[in-house]
């Protein structure tokens, strides 16, 4: 039995990916459950911050926390928004510039189908194994985090930038030729953004996610519902624990939530 306040997988990338689960107390090597019982029962919250035990609003923060952190600032989600570079602070600049004055990968990424997205050189490849993306590349590193979101403003108009979760799950997704895409993508971009990037010559990455058994109709899990659940795991994919049932539960987004595995 194990117990703790979620927070995200760690992945480590090789030829499948391999999970862990870091509780206060516990270090789990999650792909060791495939194929096991397991219960999980809800026992509370505790934002990730401040540690109270208030309801979790968003991200694994309570709403108080969620509105003040700069973790949480807009900017993390349109990256176009970001002003660090201009040293115009939004929550607590000292922080933005740290993560926006940085390189950023604009990159292309299918999970469910083809989509665009950017996120920081140092975390690109954790990135993609987050969305459950069964291949990506890269299409250009830009100096800061402002660049590479109006970069990825310019290509939304032809890319989507969203997952369609449900798909990803059930294994269901476009077959490309990445290099192709990238070539067409690249040719899309405005010359006065493209002029502030690094082409990159990276050849796509293939990512094999350690599932048994694909689920056929996705239902998601609602443990603060529920209370508690048991089944098989049968997968784990992106930030989801997969079961027998074809229930998912997704971990990111009930991170700050108190739960025991058994």
Known sequence: ??????????????????????????????????????????????????????????????KKCFYDLPITGDWIMKPELSKAHLNIEDRNLEYEKKIQIQ?????????????????????????WIDQGAHQAISLAEAPNRFIAG??????KSYYSDKT???????????QL???????????KIPEKIYSQLIPKKDDPLTINFPVVKTPEKVKSLNIIKENNFEGTLKGIKGQYL?????????????????????
């Open 103 to 127: 390189p950023h990968i604009i990159y292309l990424a299918v999970s469910s189908h083809l989509k665009v997205g950017v996120t920081r050189k140092s975390q690109l490849t954790t990135r």
């Open 1 to 62: 039995m194990f117990s703790g306040v979620l927070k995200k997988m760690i992945s480590e990338f090789g030829n499948e990916i391999v999970y862990y689960l870091d509780f206060e107390n516990e270090f789990l090597i999650m792909n060791q459950f495939l194929d096991k019982k397991m219960k999980l029962i809800f026992n509370g919250y505790e934002c990730l911050n401040c540690k109270s035990d208030e309801i979790i609003f968003r991200q694994g923060y309570c």
């Open 150 to 155: 109006v970069c990825e403003v310019e290509l």
């Open 177 to 187: 030729d990445l290099k192709k895409e990238k070539d067409m993508a690249l040719k």
């Open 242 to 262: 997969i079961f027998e049932d074809n229930s998912v539960f997704n971990i990111r987004s009930n991170e700050g939530l108190i739960i025991t595995i058994k």
């Open 164 to 174: 369609n979760w449900r798909k990803m799950l059930e294994n269901n997704f476009e």
